[in-house]
């Protein structure tokens, strides 16, 4: 044991306080990065859709897939438009509970990208009113646009 250095038994961890980000610094990076792709590689498949779980539920049918993505490109915009209307409002519980049904419904369909961002509405609505949350929010238009965009040039 005498061999350890002293720095290494102390378990020092001051040098990491400058380098830590938080989850949504993390995750805004990751989601802009992914727009990025999109744009430079609009050939090539993209991360704003979990392909496999699409590709599952269109066994089920082409009628099915289509009315899929018929329902989300209706509903979602009324869900994140109900989510910056809580937001002006500053209720807290209400936009936990938004994100969530947002980070739901778009697991349902395999729109990974966007579900994430709910999730992220959802652990971070006690920050209303904070910067890092409304980004989220002005995020999920974009991703949303970009996930429909990215289906429906799956099922044409």
């Known amino acids: 044991m005498d061999s350890i250095p002293t720095?290494?038994?102390k378990h020092d961890k001051s040098h990491l306080r400058n380098t830590c980000f938080s989850s949504v610094t993390v995750s805004y990076y990751l989601n802009l990065?992914?727009?990025?792709?999109?744009?430079?590689?609009?050939?090539?498949?993209?991360l704003l859709i979990d392909q496999e779980f699409f590709e599952s539920r269109r066994q089920i049918g082409e009628d099915f897939i289509?009315?899929?993505?018929?329902?989300?490109?209706?509903?979602a915009p009324k869900l994140i438009l109900s989510i910056k209307e809580?937001?002006?409002?500053k209720n807290?519980?209400?936009?936990?509970?938004l994100g969530h049904k947002l980070k739901g419904m778009c697991l349902n369909v395999g729109a990974s990208a966007l579900s994430q961002l709910g999730r992220e509405i959802e652990m971070n609505a006690h920050k209303i009113g904070e910067n890092s949350v409304t980004d989220l929010i002005n995020r999920a238009d974009r991703v949303f646009e970009g996930t429909l965009s990215e289906m429906n040039s799956i099922i044409e």
């Open 66 to 75: 289509r009315k899929l993505v018929e329902v989300f490109s209706q509903e």
């Open 33 to 46: 990065l992914i727009l990025v792709y999109m744009g430079l590689n609009s050939n090539k498949k993209c």
């Open 92 to 97: 807290k519980t209400e936009l936990a509970k």
């Open 86 to 89: 809580t937001v002006e409002k």
């Open 7 to 9: 720095s290494l038994k």
